[in-house]
């Protein structure tokens, strides 16, 4: 299954390599070369499929935890100053996908969206520490009276250059759901209240939907 923010990616590539294919099998005579190119069509064509895959997840409700909004392995687990909207202490745990990761995000709790909002910005490496504040990202805040608010900030990569974001303020937000979809390489921050107990260690990998990051 792949992701519909992909279907027309996908199509136009699957066009491109197929032309692509059939000049170079009629115009290109040497064989080292004509491997070499058809090779390279391949790899392309299955890079973007494997890009836009979108596998089923076996999410596990529950109000009192926090679910990984997205594949990837934790970068950061540290307390920090969430200036956007909390304007206060928080426990950030932030998880980077690579152009291989599924790059599906799904609702870390269910609850209301209480806040959703857009920022223009940079494509500075995922990792940087600055990223957070000055790429291009999305920031969102769901309620749920079990866990209280968690913000979760989709956040664009140095190849990412579009951030799809299905979350809309007063929505229902279902755990685990999709929520939208970054392409090409980025991160996912999550901002949790102090108290909260951490379940996942730095440089671990996780599962979108699946992963238990936290719990009450």
Do not use: C
């Amino acid at each position: 299954m792949f992701h519909k923010e992909g279907h027309k990616i996908i199509l136009i590539t699957f066009i491109v390599v197929v032309a692509s294919y059939l000049i170079t099998d009629n115009f290109i005579n040497i064989f080292w070369i004509r491997t070499l190119i058809m090779l390279t069509l391949l790899v392309l064509l299955i890079l973007i499929l494997q890009f836009f895959r979108n596998p089923k997840r076996h999410t596990v409700l529950n109000n009192k935890q926090v679910i990984s909004p997205v594949d990837g392995k934790v970068v950061v687990i540290e307390e920090v100053f969430e200036k956007e909207y909390f304007k206060e202490k928080r426990l950030q745990v932030s998880v980077f996908m690579s152009p291989l990761n599924v790059h599906v995000t799904r609702y870390p709790i269910g609850g209301n969206v209480i806040f959703s909002k857009y920022h223009p910005g940079k494509y500075l490496v995922a990792w940087h520490p600055k990223a957070s504040e000055e790429n291009e990202r999305t920031t969102v805040v769901v309620e749920n009276e079990n866990y209280g608010k968690v913000l979760y900030r989709q956040i664009a990569g140095a190849l990412a250059k579009r951030i799809v974001n299905y979350a809309k303020q007063n929505n229902r937000a279902e755990q685990g759901a999709d929520a939208g979809f970054i392409k090409f390489g980025s991160r996912v921050d999550l901002f949790l209240p102090i108290d909260t107990n951490i379940k996942v260690q730095l440089n671990q990998k996780v599962r979108g939907g699946e992963t238990i990051i936290a719990e009450m």
